[in-house]
C-alpha cells in the first residue's frame, strides 16, 4: 500500500471510528489479527477495542480526537493527538467534575494489506486525571 493510502486508514479511524463511536466500521479498518499495545496492559484484540471503543465517550461529553501531527512512511504512521471533552459521566471512578479536559498522546500503527495490524499508544492519562481530581483553583470562598 502507498502512504497516502495508509495515511487516509489512519485518518478514518480517527474521523470515523474513534470520534463518532462507529463500531461497525472497526471490521473494515483493523484487521482480524490486530493488536493494540497500552502501556503496561497485555496487548488487546479487534473485539477488545470494539468493548472499549465508547468508554470515553460515555464519560466525556463533545468527545472528539484531533490530529496534531501525522507522519507516514512505509507500512508505518505515525500520529499525536489531542483528545478534548466535558466530564460529565463518572470515569475511572472519578464521579463527573463537569470540568473540560485535554489530553495528549500519541499512537504508532503498523499496516498490512489495507488494514491497522498493530498499533502501540501512548496517553497522558495522569495529566488528564489530575484535570478531573485536582481542587479548582481561584479565590478562597470568604464568609460574610
Do not use: C, W
Not at 45 to 55: A, G, H, M, Q, V
Amino acid at each position: 500500500m502507498s502512504v497516502g493510502v495508509n495515511e487516509t486508514l489512519v485518518r478514518r479511524l480517527f474521523d470515523d471510528v474513534l470520534n463518532t463511536g462507529n463500531v461497525e466500521l472497526v471490521d473494515d479498518i483493523l484487521a482480524p489479527g490486530y493488536l493494540n499495545h497500552f502501556g503496561g496492559m497485555p496487548p488487546a484484540d479487534r473485539d477488545t477495542f470494539k468493548r472499549l471503543l465508547p468508554l470515553y465517550p460515555a464519560s466525556f461529553a463533545n468527545f472528539h480526537m484531533d490530529i496534531e501531527d501525522l507522519i507516514a512512511e512505509g507500512d508505518r504512521v505515525t500520529v499525536r493527538f489531542t483528545m478534548h471533552g466535558t466530564h460529565e459521566a463518572e470515569f475511572m471512578g472519578v464521579p463527573p467534575t463537569h470540568r473540560q479536559i485535554s489530553m495528549g498522546g500519541m499512537a504508532f500503527f503498523r499496516i498490512a494489506d489495507g488494514k491497522i495490524v498493530e498499533e502501540y499508544i501512548n496517553e497522558d492519562l495522569l495529566g488528564m486525571m489530575q484535570q478531573l481530581t485536582t481542587p479548582p483553583t481561584g479565590p478562597a470562598p470568604t464568609a460574610e
